[in-house]
């Protein structure tokens, strides 16, 4: 048997020899009944003396780990012998003891780099949910799926040898091209070569991680924000800072505040229809939040996904569209208004922020999948400009009955804002509202939401939640949050009632 | 304009204005004939005496880097001014300028945790290329492009709504069912719930490297590897150690005793038709492996992109088959085989190891794309087995051409060991050729391939390239290789002449 063993530490041998013996058999990897090797052999196997090893088998045996008889050799005590089994149901117990057996047991001491993603869990499919409304996303009936399937058809049908190429690592050179015509006519001026294809928003944010974002850097990110960015700036160990917003989006005030004790690295922002929120940014913040991004020598990683799903009147110019010193590295996804099945954004970024973020794609996934990529082009280049005015009316008219919706059976001490675009609806819910009950309840009634603290990245226990109002049919909307108003009025806190009074549950 | 400047140092503030004021100087962040701002608004600016302002003027214009005078202010000096421009010429001097003068200069500044990826330096598009040797993959004709892109239409064409959907994290059901039984086919017995789709192989091996691989954490790989490995592993900060090969595969008995010294977190291996040298770990190395691991409790991951492509008698069973512990994660790549323009491969895992690595993937990207998920699934269960006899008879006869061809023409010294699979042909040239010679003669001759260093983590200046004899048509192959031939032999060190004598340039 292998111990690694520190000979210079501190900790005396036999008591590092008894603790590595203790974790690998509660861990289960020298499972009950297993005979440890005998003293003579341990002191062989890891060139200690013999008092060392039997000092140690005595430990394990003051603990009740292990059993020693002489002549018979250390035995790994059972499950049952080690632990006190009263207060476990016989089903618990059975549960355990499964646990216990299973093979891979041994992995549970397999150390990992992975901060237990968020996003994740709240994506649990529940059988019992009829209306699904804690996912930003477009109904699939309203997305150009035949229409882009039809494209890829015959894109790749004529030129089946493309399709059997590795593409670049940046991304095809067409689409980049298509691309570029598209933001040419949102005000922003950019040529194929600035462009690199990710596969989603989501991979975007991980590259810009990946390649600038280390252990203790600063990330400043608006509060609350996407889960999903969240999960990767943690996972890179960074130093997250989040910001209040108000009505204009993040405080640029109390970021710029923060910047003179903190200075950023990164400031990741969601502009246009923030999501969960729905707000906006001002042009004035953009202008200020590139300027403090320029005077600190960061970068802004701006998240834009929703800025052609305006209802009325078109946002605010982009912050890159006003960045002539590479400091923002803007990405754009197509999944959502597109295509989910595709899965494609488009990043922006100069100098060697952008062959930074290309070499690490390489690493990551050598590029993204040419068929997708040729899936997109041909109907954003023909067809896009027409779909999105009629997208974007739907979308409208949807909103318009969820606000009329929540109007109706708005619950005291309930609040939100209508955003001018995008997909998502905030919801503040009054103060003292039972989160945890409300999203039982709420599920097991038929309707998913995201829980507000789900956007935060101290999981703050916020009494609010995101619907996304576009995700199901017009119908299914106003059903879906006529049920969840019914569930919020009873979760509800009541004046002198009984819920406030209860006792917290140790 | 803003200077962070720490108050309790023991620099005195003066110094720091000025040092920071010089590297934005000497950066490009402030321009050549910049105008400072006056000493009384620095004052203002950052809270400190008039005095200190002054005095980090004075700094800097004492070492040139600005020019005050009374009542115009200071200015920062232009690059002729700064530089000793003698010895220099004019386009060098034109091009410093250019780079000075470009807006992102600031970015050099800007800290990344890339370590610079190797495979992205050796696949820059050459035009004069005629013969691309260089590149592991099948000749784009030789795929089943077509019937690739006709079953995705009808499946998708079908039932559009899935396209408009996420799909899973873990990535589509019906693919992994589709694996379940070609795994099983192949000795492999496992479950969909035990798979994840990744885009290609190399999103696998990074999301194990992410997922379990840290700072200093132990790597074992063979030398030479996989060069996207080489990149995923040193990105991550771990240590790795290569292990020599022989004609069996890894040398097993150098890896143990290594271990003893360096405990493993991961062993990285391409036991079948490995990468590049297109050797095949023998059943008793594998058994042998799968046994450390165990012992170690470490990872497995086995990568097995070219199992079905065997010349004549199939290889030995995969390690995966004899892992009843969920000590290997295996990884079988489709992009080769089938699809580049697709990339999909399918990872197997057990236990908390796969739900990790499914947790990673949902950080990463959210899932794989279902439209290249679902291109491949029915021509996988329909018609890959027949697909697959056709194309090892293929490849085959290409191995015998190139071959042939390299006996006719081979250079003494000069030797390989014929691989019973794959596509790849590992070539050891004689010692003391100049590799990089060869390289830069060999492309001006128009024939790319893969220099050894590539495939190797100190990146070694062995005398050995890899060519893939299944990129090209069947002509263009055994063309590439004469003029190969006829590059090494010019390029080779000959006995008592010159290149041999060449002094070192500095």
Known sequence: MHIELKRGSSTKLYIQIALTLADRIRSGLIEPGTRL???????????????????AYAELEAIQLI???????????????????????????????????????????????????????????????????????????????????????????????????????????????????????????????????????QQGIDLVARTFVGPGDVVYMEAPTYTGAIDV?????AKIITVPMDGEGMRIDLLTRLCDTYPPKLIYT?????????VTMSARRRAQLLNLAQSYHCLILEDDPFADL????????????????????????????????????????EGSVLTRLVAAKSTADLGS??????ALQSFIQHQYSSYIVRLREEL????????DVLEEYRVPGMYWVLPEGGLNLWLQLPDGLDMRELHR???????????????????????????????????????????????????????????ADRLPLI
Chains 1, 2 share one sequence.
């Open 233 to 237: 700036f943690t996972s890179r160990g």
């Open 67 to 201: 059993t020693c008889s002489q002549g018979k050799g250390c035995y790994v005590r059972g499950a049952q012998e080690m632990e006190q089994t009263e207060g476990m149901d016989k089903n618990q117990q059975a549960e355990r003891n499964h646990d216990n057996n299973t093979p891979w047991n041994w992995q549970m001491a397999l150390v990992d780099y992975l901060p237990r993603a968020q996003l994740w869990r709240h994506f649990d499919a529940s059988p019992q949910v009829q209306y699904e409304l804690h996912m930003s996303a477009i109904q699939p009936e309203l997305l150009p799926t035949t229409e882009i399937i039809n494209s890829a058809y015959r894109l790749s049908s004529d030129h089946p040898e493309r399709m059997a190429a590795y593409g670049s690592f940046q991304g095809d050179r067409e689409l980049r091209q298509t691309f570029a015509g598209h933001f040419a006519e949102r005000g922003l001026q950019v040529v194929p070569e600035r462009m690199l294809i990710t596969s989603g928003t």
């Open 310 to 349: 305006y209802f009325r009147d078109s946002p605010p110019a982009s912050i890159k569209s006003m960045d002539a010193t590479g400091h923002v590295v803007y990405i754009k996804s197509f999944s959502k208004v597109l295509s989910p099945g595709c899965r494609v954004a488009c990043a922006i970024a």
């Open 270 to 278: 969601i502009p246009t229809y923030h999501n969960p929120t729905g």
């Open 369 to 374: 999948p040419l068929l997708t990529q040729k």
């Open 396 to 403: 409208y008219a949807r909103l318009q009955a969820a606000s």
């Open 37 to 55: 090797p005998s003293v003579r052999k341990m002191t062989a196997d890891l060139g200690v003396s013999l008092v060392t090893v039997s000092k």
């Open 441 to 499: 309840q709420s599920l097991a009634a038929g309707v998913s939401f995201l829980p507000g603290s789900a956007c935060y990245v101290g999981e703050t226990d916020t009494a609010s939640l995101r619907i996304c109002f576009t995700v199901t049919n017009l119908k299914g909307l106003c059903e879906g949050l006529r049920v969840l108003c019914g569930v919020i009025q009873k979760v509800m806190p009541r004046q002198g009632g009984t819920t």
